[in-house]
Each structure stands twice: as C-alpha cells, then as structure tokens.
C-alpha cells in the first residue's frame, strides 16, 4: 500500500516509504530523521556486566481515539518491560503533558524524573477508515529524536502496531533486532491431569490473541515453527498412529508430512524451512534422518544402536547438534549436516537434552536433569562456556526468540496442577511468565512477522 511523501514539522524532510503487510491489512511506515540532523549517543549495551536497565517514559498516545492510543502505548510498556532491559518510569511521575506528536517535548522536564529516552505518540484514523498510528522517540539529555514511524492499517491490527512499534524502540536502543512482533505455537492442555485435552495453538508472544489450529479430538505434541514462514509441523497421535503434519497458520491447509511408527519426537524446520529433521525408532534404537519437502525424500544421518533423537541444525545449515545416549546417558553431540563423525560437546553433572541451536549461531539452548531439578541452560557450540538460566522441579523444552537473546520454555510445578509457559533472557537475569487460558506446555516461538 502505497503512502504520499509527507513534510512534517520541526524542520523534518520527508518521509521515506517503506511497506509491509499486517495479516490481510497493508501498512506504510515511514523514517524520520532525527531533529536538526544531530547525532544522538543514547544506546545500551546489554552484555555489560554490571547492566543497569535503561529509564523509559512512554507516554499514553494521543489523537482523535485517546482510549485506544493509551492501549497502544500499555501494549509497548509491557513488551518494553517484559524485555528486562528497560525501567518504565510511572506516569504519575511525569511533569509534561505532551500535547503533540509534532512538536518537540520539554526536555528539562523529562531530565528532572531521570528518563533517558521518550517516547511519545498519536492516533487518528485517515477519511477512509484506516488507522493511523505515528510514534517518536527521543534522546532526552541530547535532546534529539532517534527515530519515528507511521503506519496506516485495519483497526483490527493495533496491537500488531504496538508491537512494531517495540521492535523499533528495542532495535534503535539496543542495536539488535526486535522480537515483538513474532507468535509462539504451543501445546494447549485443560481438565485433570490423567484425562488432558491437548489442542494446538497459537499466540502472541505476549500471551495475547491465542487461537486454536486443532479441535482437540486427537492427541498433538511437539509442534515446531519454521523458521522462515508461517508454517507449523507437528506431531498427531489420531487413531493410535503417530502422524507428522505440516500446517500452513495463514490459509489454514494442513497435509500429512508422513506415517513414521514409533517416531520420538517431531520435525524440526532447517533454517531455509526446505527440509525437516527428524528422529525414527527402530526397535531398540533410533536414528536421526532428514526429509525433503518437495520430493519427500527421506536420508538417514545416524547409524546407531543407541537412541539419536532431537536433532537441531545450526543457521547457516552447515552443522547439527542432537541428544544420544550412545556413551551410556543422555548427552549432547554435534556433527555435519549431512552426517558422518559425531563428537560430544556437554561434560558436565547430568543428563543433557532438547539442545536447540540459537538463530544467531552463538549458543545451543538444552534441557540438564540433575537428579529431581531441570534447568535451561546454554552453551556455546563447541560445549564451552555453559550456563544455566533457570532452574526448577521440572523445566522443559527451550525454544529461540527471532532475535536469539531470550528464550521460552514449560515448567511443571507438579502436583494437581500443570505446565506454563516462561521466559528468560540469556543473561538469566530476567524471567518472566507468558500468560496463556490455560496449561500450556511445548512451546515453539517463530520468526518476526513480515
């Protein structure tokens, strides 16, 4: 959808076109530059090890729908907040009401309540319906504006806005990329504990807009998002036989991937989302291979008598890491993508499984047991380097943020209760749960939306 060079105030040039879709809804988004060209100097650096979160003012957006701008601007504080990487400064504190989008804020005032970035913005609607949401945000001891957008959509996608609108904020001030505006499939289980309905589903990665991709009628696990599309492969036991499906989440069509008997676990996507690997039982033992999608082509990678299972290839395809027990207990190996010699990578106390290779190639994300605790935990990919993020009686199944800097997983506290879903950055030093209706385990977050 195209949109018209506009000049803003404040001496700004035009805006710059950039385009997108938002589910069946075009938006346009528009750079501005910063005011009188300046350089701002504001980042954070989120590595550093005496980290201190960045204070953030958002104000509530303003415009025509003032209810609907202060629940944009909730969407981007709790994402903000959530991340762990910045410190939102209450709105009572403030000391300017901004009035306007497109005038620069008082800066003194946003200096004296410690705010180190703004941000500030405004909802209309254009004469054919169209939201219209612009936001900018401001160094505010530089005085300056980093960065500014606007977009034009359905109403119905605000709070896909909101979430770009995050990304944007986190990129500007972090220097990587956003991981807002991204879903989390998941396995939805409700009534007692010997008797669970398990259906899949889909939701925001902020817990939000959950909806059901299957009835319940038959029993799925280890549902895996592509990496590069919005497709799902999951695993269905209709009837008795395990059957591997893959589910396009736009238009809804799923197909039959194959009948694998006695297979353990799921696919897996390769990073360019043309093949999956996988684990298949036979006897005693099971192998790792990998299918083509298009030819349905099936090669075997492993030649085991041991138990080769959770296979997970690294982001440029070249490498794979997956659990075997072929020394004795659970530990995790790496080898080609195309097999041959594995070598094992985890030596410390315990049992090592579900290694999943970070998007960014610098960790592998596992499962360790360690008599009755189960943590998360990451290593870098020659085994180095280990780190448990969390702990807990039992935590499962770690899944990659687009961005690689957090991570997802279930944890079953135990009892009469069941699984729910969390997160946790790479440092450890944030976790936070991700609602959801009900008990969720398995989740498997996908790629930022386009």
């Not at 000391?95 to 008082?106: G, I, L, R, T, Y």
């Not at 080769?308 to 075997?324: A, K």
């Not at 790496?334 to 070598?343: D, E, F, L, R, V």
């Not at 790479?426 to 398995?442: F, H, L, Q």
Request: net charge neutral; charged share 20%.
């Amino acid at each position: 959808m195209s949109l018209s060079k506009t000049a803003l105030p404040l001496g700004l040039p035009p805006l710059t076109r950039r385009s997108a879709l938002l589910g069946a809804a075009g938006f346009a988004a528009a750079s501005l530059a910063g005011v009188a060209g300046a350089e701002a100097e504001i980042s954070i650096t989120i590595d550093r090890g005496n980290f201190q979160p960045m204070p953030i003012a958002i104000t509530d957006f303003g415009g025509a729908d003032p209810n609907l701008g202060a629940q944009i601007s909730g969407v981007i504080t709790n994402n903000l907040k959530r991340s762990g990487v910045f410190s939102i400064i209450d709105k009572k504190a403030f000391v300017e009401k901004v009035s306007s989008v497109d005038s620069a804020p008082q800066f003194d005032s946003w200096k004296v309540i410690n705010a180190q970035a703004l941000v500030t913005g405004r909802i209309t609607r254009d004469p054919s319906g169209r939201l219209k949401a612009e936001f900018r945000l401001w160094d505010v001891f530089a005085g300056q504006q980093l960065t500014g957008q606007q977009y034009f959509t359905d109403p119905n996608n605000w709070r896909r806005v909101a979430h770009i609108i995050s990304d944007a904020i986190y990129a500007r001030l972090t220097g990587d990329k956003g991981f807002f505006d991204s879903r989390v499939v998941f396995v939805d289980e409700t009534g007692p504990k010997d008797n669970r309905k398990k259906r899949l589903a889909i939701m925001d990665q902020d817990g939000a807009n959950v909806r059901y991709l299957t009835r319940g009628d038959d029993l799925v696990v280890t549902p895996r998002f592509s990496p590069s599309s919005q497709e799902v492969t999951y695993m269905s036991f209709g009837g008795g036989d395990p059957r591997v499906y893959l589910l396009n989440i736009e238009t809804g069509q799923r197909e039959v991937v194959g009948n694998f008997p006695g297979m353990t676990f799921a696919p897996r996507f390769s990073p360019d989302g043309q093949k999956i690997v996988m684990s298949l039982s036979q006897g005693s033992s099971s192998n790792i291979f990998v299918m083509d999608l298009r030819s349905r082509t099936t090669t075997r990678l492993t030649d085991s008598s041991a138990i080769d299972t959770s296979p997970s290839l690294s982001p440029d395809g070249s490498q794979m890491v997956f659990e075997s027990d072929r020394g004795g207990a659970p530990q995790i190996y790496q080898m080609p993508a195309g097999g041959g010699p594995a070598k094992r990578i985890s030596f410390g106390e315990g049992r090592y499984s579900t290694p999943v290779w970070s998007p960014r190639g610098d960790y592998i994300a596992f499962t360790k047991q360690k008599g009755s605790t189960f943590a998360i935990g990451i290593m870098k990919p020659d085994g180095s380097g280990e780190r448990i993020l969390t702990e807990g009686f039992h935590n499962e199944g770690p899944t990659w943020a687009p961005n690689g800097r957090y991570l997802m997983f279930f944890r079953d506290a135990g009892g009469s209760g069941g699984a729910k879903v969390f997160m946790v950055d790479i440092t450890g030093r944030v976790e936070v749960p991700v609602p959801s209706p009900a008990y969720a385990s398995d989740p498997s977050w996908g790629p930022l939306l386009n």
